[in-house]
């Protein structure tokens, strides 16, 4: 059900690769609620990806752009306002990859080239385009940034590897930005830290299924879907959260106020009801881990 809660906005959204993608729901919503989009993405994602499709669907303009380089962005920023006549609404990341993820390569043995692009590509892209976009006045007073975080910016998660740094200087940018922005054009910038989603980027961390599973039995909601994401999104980019920034917002079915569950209780005592673990827990093939 559409609201209108966009009508006349203009926004560009950063990461739709296929209709999996976060991005995508949310340019879908945006377009619905009636926003007027530019889509962008590498040029490699928009040759091997299904942006077209987005596109066409949203009636929306795309243009290339590699988020870690700050030509590509102010050339995406200064090409977007032609195409709006104007400065822009708002503005959605949602950029992640880890070459060590990619790789496998543990948290404990990783490769710092690679580190360092994680944080480029992750979370260095959010400062790029914010800094891009305030020196180019191309966000409209009571704008909105929004970019899309997970809870491994806090807690240790088995397997998310450097991901989780990475998230952890996005929120930080979030808040650091978010001053300076909102005290000098009223321009907000918040995370939404998201339950885990079946999406390509997801489903590249190590034992995506059972982590899903996992938050899904902690979560009194249940895990936050990619349609709900967007939904929570419109309401960012629209007038009615005009002071909320420099928040990270969870949006998560409550897992991250959660310790134990009953559900995840009962799952885990099964494991428990094997007699080996039962003689000796500690004596499991994950005690090496
Ligand atoms: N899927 C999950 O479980 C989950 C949970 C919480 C947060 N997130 C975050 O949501 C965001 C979107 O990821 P997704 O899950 O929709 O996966 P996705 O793979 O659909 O999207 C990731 C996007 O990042 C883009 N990208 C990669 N390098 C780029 C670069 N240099 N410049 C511009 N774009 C680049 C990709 O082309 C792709 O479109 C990411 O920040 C991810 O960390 C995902």
Aim: overall charge negative; proline content about 2%.
């Amino acid at each position: 059900m559409a609201y209108n809660l966009l009508k006349g906005k203009k926004g560009i959204i950063f990461g739709a690769l296929n209709s999996n993608s976060i991005a995508w729901k949310i340019a879908e919503r945006a377009h619905e609620e009636g926003a007027e989009l530019v889509l962008t993405n590498t040029p490699l994602a928009i040759r091997m990806g299904d942006m077209d499709e987005l596109a066409a669907k949203t009636g929306s303009q795309m243009i290339a752009a590699d988020a870690t380089s700050v030509t590509d962005l102010e050339n995406l920023f200064s090409k977007a306002m032609e195409i709006f006549g104007g400065q822009i609404d708002f503005v959605l990341h949602s950029i992640g990859m880890s070459p060590n993820v990619r790789k496998k390569l543990p948290y404990d043995d990783i490769n710092y080239d690679f580190f360092a692009k994680t944080l480029d590509i992750s979370a260095i892209s959010f400062h790029k385009m914010i800094q891009v976009a305030k020196k180019t006045d191309a966000i409209r007073e009571w704008g909105s940034i929004v970019a899309v975080s997970y809870i491994a910016a806090q807690r240790t998660l088995f397997e998310y590897n450097d991901m989780a740094d990475a998230k952890a200087v996005l929120e930080s940018i979030a808040r650091s930005f978010g001053y300076i922005y909102g005290r000098e054009k009223h321009v907000r910038i918040n995370t939404i830290s998201q339950s885990p989603t079946p999406t390509t980027a997801g489903q590249g961390v190590k034992g995506f299924s059972g982590l899903m599973d996992f938050t899904e039995r902690m979560s009194p909601l249940g895990n936050a879907t990619a349609d709900e994401c967007a939904d929570y999104c419109i309401t960012l980019f629209s007038d009615l959260t005009k002071k909320v920034t420099m928040q990270n917002l969870y949006h998560d079915g409550g897992f991250s106020s959660m310790g134990m569950s009953a559900r995840a209780m009962t799952q885990y005592n099964k494991s428990l009801e094997c007699k080996e673990c039962q003689e000796n827990p500690l004596n499991r093939q994950d005690a090496e881990l």
